[in-house]
């Protein structure tokens, strides 16, 4: 079984029941996820063996964590536990016209504070072929960011392929840092998922004219990021999601992967949401999917588009998909029709 | 009060909340159903007497399972109580490109090993007027298929009319048995109600070229199945709904009506699907009572397309609308305004 | 901080989870509602000074209703406690073609049998700035009828300006009984918001040719009985919603506004219905924030028809939005995307 | 099949989850009860044909009191549908020193208008052997007393026994009054049940000197109450269940039955409570069944008794225990086992 | 009205269902609360007017803990909002010999980071004639026993009465800081509440021999204790609840109040507990109750034994017991039978 | 890390919530347990490596029992998937004099119709210390007592220690037939857990005069058994729970431990229960975990009885202590104080 490491933040995610506002709420859904936390889910629902990697307190709050991970059979071995809390993030899912809303409570979390001394890259990394991140963990704190190229380093000597999304949150850190941080992490990727915004936010990567507000999509512009980012700083893939938000609940989804030679654009998804945080991690998964087991680009990015459609029909962060059901859809069944 | 008599399955469904994945579920919603009670409770919140005939244990599970159907007022005085167990079956609620799931465990149940000496056919017709089946029931075992028959005999007898719905499970039996089993059973068959896929399976009638995964329809593949089914076995009536799956959340719904001479298709119905669990049989239900109330063949195909497109709005498997719903709605009222 | 005033019954609001149907509920969703008591709810959360006039009985199930409106900040202060009985109105949510429905029980409840000398007006309207009521109020019996005379002449002595929501109730009274009660108001209303239906039960005013049950809207006959309103009976300003129902879950929302000189429309929402009691009664407090705060007309219904919008994606009868979502929506964001 | 007639109100209960306060709840335990109605499910629960009769609102909320009570078999073919309201009554669980509360909203329900005209007693009574109800049921109006006298006097007309228990409810009536009705209806009934408080609110007969509120029980009391009753209204048997009040969450639980001749005590029972409303209720049933089945006095008084312990620990009024459940704990295993 | 003043932390509350363990719950319950908010409500709800004062992050999770306030009544207005999160506490009910377990998450706070600049304390106090504070609140960080020590000094400049729970918490300050801090607050505090630990662990004051885990209590070791509170810090009153855990499911609860001269003991009860975090709140609230309203030192000690009795039989951090329902016990009913 | 191996069944556990009995069930709580399985989870919650072996469906319903166990850190790699179904068993809670309920529904299970091939023992021993099943195991048909008799075979010649829980279940088979293939598996057992009755009915061994329904224990009788089962089966040590049924709420547990020279005797806990299924399971559990770490017989009883007294305090049927928390209560700290 081929094997996968992600490293990143691990939360509780507190939401209230249905489409309740925070205000209305007595009781809070208390799930866990975490944009790597998500991706080796997804990898474990899909037959790989995926190793997560973070920091987590002591307390029984943080072993709900572990234990919400290796529900899935994510291997937790390397999980290192200390420090003062568990972040958090409270979601209220939106409806039609009522966007979603995030609030995160994660300062001061034992991954925010971890050094570089928690964690062996060596035994971490051990029988791995592929090592996930995204632009998240960096953000988090100074540590962390050495401890992200501290592992791209390690992974690049073991010959381990990087994906990385890029994922910037203006929350988490400015711009101008991200850029610092991140061009340092650059020459150890392989692979970067980064939609427009990611690009421009991060790398001043501007495409033409697409109006993301509006829920237009202009593939010219999705081209000429995609090309500038592997030309600048020569990732050999680089891929996005295609959202279209025509509301809170009914979205338009696809995806392209861009090879440094050829552009593959997958179907198009009329999708009815029923939960869409996760959906670009559930992306990142399908796609490390794929390479790993040497899809064609055109394969693969359908089997990843597939793979996060069926993600926003699914509640929580992870995406509880086997390959066999991403499949069916990628080859064209999605009449919804009962299967039994 | 006209009087209905349904024989059948009554299963344990077991679903989780809302779209939870079945790994996801702490809780499973418990309710009851089964293609030939469905019809009952349909028919009894008609205002008809429905008297359901099946076996059940006599545990306090059997109990509950009495209890749902005694609850919608259905006649359940000729319930066998004995055996083993009582069947289940597990659903899975799908959204957008997610299918539904159903997964059974109904071998050995009650019903599956009953005997033809448990039901008194002449007590149980008493004062009847329509005997309704479904293909499920003589699938269950070679015991149920002979209680079918025998049952079929002396409805006949009896001047009872007999509706079928054909209702071909590929889990339960082949094809060929499927035929050889049902085919003894057509002469006593007044109306038979009959996708183009359960007519391909079951009798190998197909109609040209209807795309099923596609969710596109063919009105005249259709006619053409309902043309053969009268031909060869001498329905007096064919019934068949035409479901259009754009997705697990939303459906086009309409039927067709066949009564040997005309063909009458209803209205069409874009429908946002609840649950679509027991739309078959709300529409056998709505074709009965109508049939049994001596409705034209165009208000028929229109009061029974109705009750079906209305269950899809309805948790569970039965289909809890009053005559007088179903007529506004066939009457052409889907504005869905509130009503006070 | 501008006070409001508004004067209404407050009910319990009993509905089965979900999509239920009364029959299957074992549980009910309380919570509490009524036409004045949803504007003074929204307004406190628009950040004014909402303050609910009504009588609720002594007991707990009184205080709890006092108690969800203090949740929100509304000045609960000259609540009259006493009485018999809180009203309670049952609703069982719709779905696609199957209507929401509303069971009233509000007869004989403290405020509908409150006598004027139970309400201090001069100590209620102390420094506000406006009064509203709707008429279902006045329709409550005939001793709420005078209170509310009472407190129109009082809220003109005080130069306060009110607004009055048409809201015919067949279940109430009569066309008569109505036409009666309601134009000994008028004299005293600034702003009527009334929608077709309730300007023909009511007033007789016909519009040319809208088809409500067929959800299409008729741009010139609104005109038409906005001009007829503002004409014979002397308001300021008259305002209407214009909903088209495609079905119980899907709805066209949109509004306009009249001042006598010009009509102004709002732009147009495809609602994805999450609940929609109580859209009327946010379109109101819209309405009255932005005249509040001397919003342009176009401004004004902009805001009214968007914070209604937002109000049909929020469970229960209460709006719960702020202002700058509000706004947000209206300056043209409608995207859904994720705030975070 | 025995056939027992019950006659009286059916609620709508609503109860907090758990022991939450009136104040905090946001949802409502929806079931059904009352005096009458409770005897009639536990009896049909015994195997018996119990037939409620009532009215009851023809609106969903009727219908579905009527299915409460069809679910467990009872024979609602003799319920009246018609009038304005069903009855409610809020329910807050008490625990240790906090004790439970109860909130009755049941004035102007469709029972309590009803008239003599509503009820054919002849048809009601058709091969019935006994006949029961409370005095709750003369509490709720005029009409209703009437209509209790009329159906006693049938009762003694065709033969058919009557029990009646006391149960005194000062909120519906006077002591002045409710003597006054309820000794026109003592000629006629055979069987009283009644505690102390009952006979000394209702009859002025007091016992020497038991302390309610301090939980002690007074055998000798009970005794001249039971033989005062006997004495001076002519009953051929008294009942009583003896409840020494610990706390809300702990009770003592006995009976006494007195047959003119002899005192028959049960054993006592330390009940841990789930939900204690209805225990009187069952407590008849009790009584009832084992009357009818013609149990020794001891064994009539110990299977009520423990038909009503084994209500204390069932959610609900309804006392949902099958015959073989209380012979064994009448026979004296209660050590609560878990039965496989 | 009389006006109370508190001062200190309001957390959000994140407790499993029932008497899940941590790892179990897939849903928390969400409830807020801490020591002296606790109190506020248990005022307010004694129909007193109580003005509570802390820090909350301007976001939805801050708002939805003012509105758990206001909701009871409790003047919010002197709430400042800012800073960066709202602490939480996570909360496991125990059972029998399992032990409730608390994790606390509530460093970083917004109150807790707040500064004396923060607070009017002139403007707060305006009208107050009792102010109120615990332990934990020096013990949050540096800035707020500062705040706290302005306060204390303002109260005494206006003749506000100052009550103390001593309340020490070890996760949050070393005994050694606790003295210190605490020893500059003594001089201005008027009552003190305190229990041996507390009294051990902040001033060393040590009881003879009493054996906390063992569940005896010592009434001579805590007069000890109480005389030399008084006589070396001069309070004018110390008051200390007295707590024998049997278990987590049962306790023994009663009260002592010391005025300087005598010693007044409460009655004990046998509680059988729902939840009994906040039953120290409860009790200091029932004696600033009595105490404010000049009850004699025994019946004010009963007051506060009782009201803090009721409150282990209600769900959450708050005590919503009205003054009838505490005199009610206090004064002997504890039998907790049905009040209708 | 010391290796447990565990073999039998795992099944669903269906549950309606807190004390509703099954007919008032709309939903079930899904959890999933078995003698052996629970043991697993508990010695993995110790700390050990505890592998289950079993054999489950390929469907989502098996993949969620392989979850429930990996949430817990238990090794599920030699799971075996393939066979029919999953068995179910269904569980009501009872209270007081009310009996819990349990129905099971596991004939034709995956495990059930198991053949001796299905399981490679020299793979799944691999480094294991100790091997635990239970007498429901063997019972379940005869390919399953093979494969136990094989794999007791081969942990013998491993030198794996074998513990053996005698769990009579008379619907699984006759007293016969347990007898029969239970002494071929005797002379493999180190350890035999058994209590009067189980060793009565499989080995006719008696004890004096032990009253189980009545809740007496007598020590003498259950130390007679204790020699009698060494003697004749050459147990190296025997252990036993001694429970005392006081009701269904309330129960007095302790044990008993034979090493075949002196008998061991635990404390005795008054228990007042969440949940009662799996105790004895707890109990295996924690005789396992102190024996594999050398605890003295006093100390290694001890630790058992105190670990399954707090497993009457868990929801489900498996015990979530760590060994601190077990550790805490057998040292004597049985207050249930908060643990902060």
Redesign the interface.
């Known amino acids: 079984m081929k094997t996968v490491v992600t490293f990143g933040e691990l939360m509780l995610r507190?939401a209230p029941?249905?489409?309740?506002?925070?205000?209305?709420?007595?009781?809070?859904?208390?799930?866990y996820g975490g944009g790597e936390a998500n991706v080796a889910v997804s990898l474990s629902n899909f037959g790989l063996d995926a190793r997560f990697v973070t920091k987590l307190p002591t307390?029984?709050?943080g072993?709900?964590a572990v234990?919400?991970l290796?529900?899935?059979?994510v291997d937790t071995s390397n999980v290192v536990r200390g420090g003062?809390?568990?972040g958090?993030y409270?979601l209220?899912k939106?409806?039609?016209?009522?966007?979603?809303?995030?609030?995160?409570?994660r300062?001061?979390s034992s991954i925010a504070l971890a050094e570089p001394k928690d964690f062996d890259w060596d035994k971490i990394f051990k029988d791995a072929e592929w090592f996930h991140f995204t632009g998240i963990t960096p953000a988090l704190g100074g540590g962390v960011a050495d401890i992200c190229l501290e592992a791209c380093k390690k992974a690049m000597e073991k010959g381990i392929k990087v994906s990385f999304d890029l994922n910037y949150?203006?929350?988490l850190w400015s711009t101008e840092k991200a850029q610092e941080v991140i061009t340092k992490l650059t020459p150890y990727i392989d692979v970067c998922i980064a939609n427009e915004e990611d690009a421009e936010q991060v790398f001043g990567i501007k495409a033409g004219n697409t109006d993301?507000?509006?829920?237009k999509i202009n593939h010219e512009g999705y081209k000429e990021v995609a090309e500038k980012l592997v030309r600048q700083y020569g990732f050999k893939m680089t891929a996005t999601t295609l959202r279209e938000?025509?509301?809170?609940?009914?979205n338009n989804w696809s995806a392209m992967l861009y090879d440094g030679k050829e552009f593959y654009f997958s179907k198009k998804?009329?999708?009815?949401?029923?939960d869409?945080?996760g959906g670009g991690d559930s992306f990142g998964a399908g796609l490390i999917y794929s390479q790993l087991n040497s899809y064609t680009p055109q394969a693969s990015i359908e089997f990843a588009a597939?793979a996060s459609?069926?993600k926003?029909?699914?509640?929580?962060d992870f995406n509880?998909?086997s390959v066999a059901?991403v499949k069916a859809?990628a080859a064209?069944?999605?009449?919804?029709?009962?299967?039994?």
Chains 1, 2, 3, 4, 5, 6 share one sequence.
């Open positions: 507190l029941n249905g489409y309740l506002r925070f205000v209305q709420a007595d009781s809070l859904e208390a799930t307390n029984e709050i072993q709900a234990n919400s290796r529900k899935y059979g003062a809390r568990l958090v409270y209220e939106g409806a039609s016209q009522r966007p979603s809303k995030v609030i995160y409570d300062a001061y949150r203006k929350n993301v507000a509006g829920g938000s025509i509301s809170a609940s009914d998804y009329n999708v009815h949401i029923v869409r945080v597939a459609c069926l926003h029909t699914i509640e929580g509880l998909m059901e859809l064209g069944d999605s009449s919804g029709r009962v299967q039994r």
